[in-house]
């Protein structure tokens, strides 16, 4: 079975710096999708980020990116000039490719991030 | 643009009472989801469906039944609720199974047992 692991259940940052929240995951599959959730207090899922398993390239979206290491089986989120808006639960999420199951989310523990002025 | 609604956002019951949880979506996904959210645990999934009519168990199932009636709703019910199910309760929908497009959720239940 697949599983999720997020080691880090807290991070801070200071505003403007940067802060990477690593992820980690264990799967017999070669192929197979890689995503950051991002839930303010609100409680709204937001994804911030996506990578496939088959791209050999790092995702980028704005100020955020990944560090995607297939063999290591590693998917670090990386938040460049944090801004204060980027405090929230962060979370790592696996969905397999494969036809007829249901594409389920399988998530980490999330990591809490705090944002200091 | 509604997305995916769930409703309602808050309730409270009492160990041993019934209720259900509806998610809508008017995006014509045909997969929805039911996930519960506990600190600590992330989301865990407890049933989802792959379309109209089927439903399938996930992860954490037990104490829970869904229906998918009508393709844009999946309900998930507590027949006789307790306070181990004490959650925040999310649904979610996508278009496949098999892509790397997001699954899209609502904003969630919070639900208590006492």
């Known amino acids: 079975a697949q599983t999720v692991t997020q080691s880090q259940p807290e991070m801070s940052v200071q505003e403007a710096e940067t802060v990477t929240l690593s992820c980690t995951y264990d799967?017999?599959?070669?192929?197979?999708?890689l995503f950051w959730y991002k839930q303010p207090p609100s409680r709204q899922m937001i994804l911030v980020i996506r990578?496939?398993?088959?791209?050999?390239q790092n995702a980028t979206e704005n100020r955020f990116s990944v560090n995607f290491q297939k063999a290591a089986k590693s998917f670090s989120l990386k938040i460049s000039d944090s801004q204060l808006g980027d405090a929230a639960m962060y979370f790592c999420?696996?969905?397999?490719?494969?036809?007829?199951?249901?594409?389920?989310?399988?998530f980490g523990q999330g990591t809490e991030l705090s944002v200091k002025p | 643009n509604a997305g995916v609604t769930q409703t309602p956002k808050f309730r409270v019951l009492k160990t041993g009472q019934s209720m259900t949880l509806l998610c809508a979506q008017d995006?014509?996904?045909?997969?929805m989801y039911w996930y519960r959210q506990d600190p600590g645990m992330g989301l865990r999934l407890i049933h989802y469906?792959?379309?109209?009519?089927?439903?399938a168990k996930g992860e954490v199932p037990d104490g829970y039944n869904v229906s998918r009636l009508k393709k844009q709703n999946f309900l998930l019910g507590l027949e006789s609720a307790a306070p181990s199910q004490t959650s925040v309760y999310f649904c979610?929908?996508?278009?496949?199974?098999?892509?790397?497009?997001?699954?899209?959720f609502g904003d969630g239940t919070r639900l208590s047992i006492l």
């Open positions: 979610a929908s996508s278009y496949t199974d098999s892509s790397s497009q997001p699954q899209h």
């Open positions: 799967t017999s599959e070669s192929d197979y999708y």
């Open positions: 990578q496939e398993a088959y791209k050999q």
């Open positions: 999420a696996y969905r397999a490719m494969i036809y007829n199951q249901g594409g389920k989310l399988i």
């Open positions: 995006m014509n996904h045909e997969y």
């Open positions: 469906s792959v379309g109209e009519g089927t439903t």
